[in-house]
């Protein structure tokens, strides 16, 4: 990282961007043409879920390359200033880079959607409907390395 000075280094709050943040971007390789993906998640455990469909581009590329970068950003805030080069940008961010596994037991896309519920606030049990769960995927990123970055006051 070129600016040492905005490097999170406290993996809490790496954690804590990964567990509050709202979307989840991922990288992929399209031969020598990248492609990005913004998806709901859910993080647990040092992984990213994600659901998806079983077939379409994004599947397509993980078939030929499991190997993603993926973008957070925590909470952003464009800081006006009185000459355009005073504004600035509060926030907080990580990136990082792991390898997808497509899940596609019953009960394992279960405990994956319930990763991704609870993310988003949902607490106790959840009944899935059985033909919606055949019908799709859970993407599960294994974080192999992650980096934090911030800017302005926290």
């Not at 294994?142 to 302005?152: A, L, P, Q």
């Amino acid at each position: 990282m070129r600016r040492k000075d905005k490097e999170i280094t406290d993996q809490e709050i790496i954690r804590h961007i990964l567990a509050n943040s709202s979307i989840c971007r991922i990288g992929l390789t399209d031969g020598e043409t990248a492609y990005i993906v913004p998806l709901n998640y859910g993080f647990s455990s040092g992984a990213l879920y994600f659901h998806a469909a079983p077939n379409g581009k994004k599947m397509d590329l993980l078939k030929k390359n499991n190997r993603v970068c993926f973008e957070i950003e925590y909470a952003q805030e464009i800081v006006k200033g009185q000459e355009p080069c005073d504004w600035t940008t509060r926030y907080r961010s990580v990136i990082g880079y792991g390898e997808v596994e497509v899940i596609t037991g019953h009960e394992e896309k279960k405990k994956g959607l319930d990763v991704i519920m609870a993310h988003y606030g949902k607490s106790g049990e959840n009944r899935y409907d059985e033909a919606s769960l055949a019908r799709m995927v859970i993407l599960k990123l294994t974080i192999t390395g992650v980096t934090g970055k911030e800017s302005g006051d926290w």
